[in-house]
């Protein structure tokens, strides 16, 4: 912990069976103390006196003497626990016995609120997040046996009855099942997953019992990258964070030094000017208040509290912050870019048509293209299968093919050099293809513009340097898309671009329909990364660039903030953004700002309430107006209301 050494600072607590037994105690000896002082009673003489508030206050005193002993021996000497022994021990040294008991007893006791406070937090957040199942059925020659998810090895088939957590990333064997995705992405609407497809550590089964088969051991789940990943961010601090750490380190002695100066200059006034009548206890007294006072505890645990609470906030909304001080520059963003395919759109293309050259049948291209892109996990390459599976037309997925990137594949078949890709895959190799002037007729060619103009994605093909014929595909906005550039607007972020390797005219539809004024499409991924550079000349712009994590790697990486969509089964959404949001869905870009900015707003009210109350009690003080009582709310009071300030954020769910 940092300086401040407050005991509700460290991360390890030690468990007590019954913490508020000793502050009782000390509580009814205190008040016994009181009630006979009052009452004068006769045997309550100056030594009982003494001994009795010695007795009421070793069960609170004690405690914090030996963390100051601790404090010390690790080179802390102006912990918390140093400056409350001083200041109590100096109150019995002037015969404020009660007021020495009452200010360790209401540190001990807002120690405990305080404690309670950050372990509430952090109970919110391990429930919101740790949902590993602690066992996994494994199926091992039709019997089922019962294993340690860490135990199962890549390649089991485990079994999952309906209401329970899917302890293991895997490929779902059963032909449909019904997912409740709440845990990993925020939303609580059920998902349908097929067969075949991917199934991720932490969802829900809703419907029937399931099997898998696991493709990931335990550690690299997504679930359990998730944990590590939130569970991690607190290491890294937030501007605030670290300024406050390193203010704690001078701010602590200065106080001090000034605590000692109180009693000092007066004394030394006093021998100038003989008029002047000083009495020691008296400004004692003040010095030991201005020392209750002075610890900046308050700051040093609730702003990292604050950061804490609100990437626990964002988790809870499907959207992984890797860090506190990315929900400090998120709030800077004045420049949002996306990505077009699978972020702002569905990435769920459909063939819209098919064209074929006059000397092939379409029959035959698409078995070309279809074998040559059965390799491929991209969407368009999905579509094209799909829609050749629906043709009963042939596919040989035994092709071996180069990739080239931003064009297209290259690959031999039958024998033949075949080129499925972009129109700039075959203007790259000098192959003529369709315009309006020479085109195919309106008979072969479903549209009779030029095929760069075709207001869809084209997939060309050409065999042995002779054009082919194409694809059309067409991809449609997420739901959500209008709505996430209304909410951005809203935030008075205004300056929006889409930056896409699709065709400029289907990137200017989109950008239309979306009211983004800013839209560059045929662009290589070295494209994307020179308009990114040319926003980032401008020392003004702060950029937040949304992709998918894969494709948009350096970009993302170049951005003020990278933020990664649905990259929840992608190791480099997960290394090089700075932002995961788990839910696929851009309006949560709006959402992580919004959370960002409450953060900061809570972080800086408490910044603003600890040093506001802490300056006014420290003047009063230093004059000799406020009492410990000021000095015990001025500290501990200040810091609980800290605390629960920065514990709100984890109730936010708007």
Not at 89 to 101: D, T, W
Not at 359 to 379: F, K, Q
Not at 523 to 530: I, Y
């Amino acid at each position: 912990m940092g300086n401040c050494g407050c005991n509700h600072c460290h991360t390890e607590k030690k468990k007590q069976a019954s913490p508020y037994l000793l502050p009782a105690i000390s509580f009814l000896m205190l008040l016994g103390g009181i009630v006979m002082q009052a009452a004068e009673a006769p045997f309550f003489n100056q030594t009982m006196r003494l001994c009795w508030y010695v007795l009421a206050y070793l069960p609170v005193g004690l405690p914090v003497m030996k963390e100051a002993l601790e404090s010390i021996r690790e080179k802390d000497v102006f912990s918390e626990f140093t400056l409350m022994c001083i200041a109590t021990l100096g109150a019995f040294y002037i015969g404020e016995y009660p007021e020495g008991v009452a200010v360790m007893l209401f540190y001990s006791i807002g120690e405990l609120f305080q404690g309670k406070a950050l372990d509430k937090a952090r109970n919110n957040i391990s429930a919101l997040l740790d949902v590993r199942p602690e066992t996994a059925t494994v199926i091992r020659q039709n019997e089922q046996v019962t294993l340690p998810p860490s135990e199962v090895a890549i390649g089991a088939i485990i079994e999952v009855k309906a209401g329970e957590r899917v302890p293991l990333d895997g490929k779902l064997l059963s032909e449909i099942a019904a997912f409740n995705t709440a845990a990993l992405t925020g939303e609580s609407l059920p998902r349908t997953i097929v067969r075949d497809e991917e199934v991720l550590a932490g969802m829900i089964v809703t419907d029937k019992v399931i099997r898998l088969e696991v493709t990931r051991p335990y550690n690299q789940s997504a679930l359990a990258r998730i944990l590590e990943l939130v569970q991690n961010a607190s290491e890294r601090k937030a501007p605030a964070e670290l300024f406050i750490r390193k203010f704690a380190r001078i701010y602590t002695p200065i106080v001090t030094g000034l605590a000692f100066l109180i009693v000092l200059i007066p004394f030394l006034y006093s021998l100038i000017q003989p008029d002047f009548l000083f009495i020691f206890n008296d400004w004692l007294y003040r010095a030991l208040v201005f020392l209750v006072i002075s610890c900046p505890c308050a700051l040093v645990i609730s702003i990292p509290l604050g950061y804490f609470g609100g990437i626990g906030a964002a988790s809870r909304q499907g959207i992984l912050f890797k860090g506190g001080n990315y929900l400090d520059a998120i709030t800077k963003i004045n420049t949002v870019v996306f990505d077009k395919t699978g972020t702002l759109t569905k990435g769920l293309f459909e063939v819209q048509s098919l064209s074929a050259a006059n000397d092939i049948s379409e029959e035959e291209l698409l078995h070309i293209v279809a074998s040559a892109e059965s390799r491929s996990n991209h969407p368009i390459a999905k579509a094209i299968l799909a829609y050749a599976q629906n043709r009963q037309i042939a596919i040989d997925t035994s092709i071996e093919t180069t990739e080239l990137a931003g064009y297209g594949l290259k690959a031999m078949i039958d024998g033949k050099q075949v080129l499925v890709g972009n129109t700039r895959l075959l203007d790259s190799e000098g192959i003529s293809f369709p315009s309006g002037e020479n085109g195919i007729s309106l008979e072969r060619n479903l549209c009779s513009t030029r095929m760069e103009d075709i207001p869809g994605t084209v997939v060309a093909c050409a065999i042995d340097g002779r054009y082919a014929g194409y694809l059309l595909l067409a991809d449609t906005p997420k739901e959500d898309a209008a709505e996430a550039i209304k909410q951005l607007k809203e935030l008075n972020i205004n300056n929006l671009e889409i930056l896409s390797g699709d065709k400029q005219i289907i990137v200017s539809n989109l950008a239309s329909r979306l009211g983004i004024s800013r839209a560059y499409g045929d662009l290589l991924p070295e494209g994307k990364v020179a308009r990114l550079e040319e926003l980032k000349r401008n020392a003004a712009n702060k950029i937040a660039f949304v992709g998918d994590g894969i494709n948009d790697a350096p970009v993302l990486a170049l951005s003020d903030i990278g933020i990664a969509m649905g990259g929840l089964g992608s190791d480099a959404a997960i290394e090089t953004a700075d932002v995961v949001i788990q839910t696929d869905q851009p309006v949560k870009v709006a959402t992580a700002i919004r959370i960002g900015k409450l953060t900061r707003n809570i972080v800086w009210q408490n910044i603003t309430l600890a040093f506001t109350v802490k300056l006014a009690v420290l003047i009063l003080g230093a004059g000799g107006i406020a009492t410990m009582w000021e000095a015990v709310f001025a500290d501990v009071g200040v810091a609980l209301l800290a605390i629960l300030n920065a514990v709100r954020i984890l109730k936010t769910n708007k």
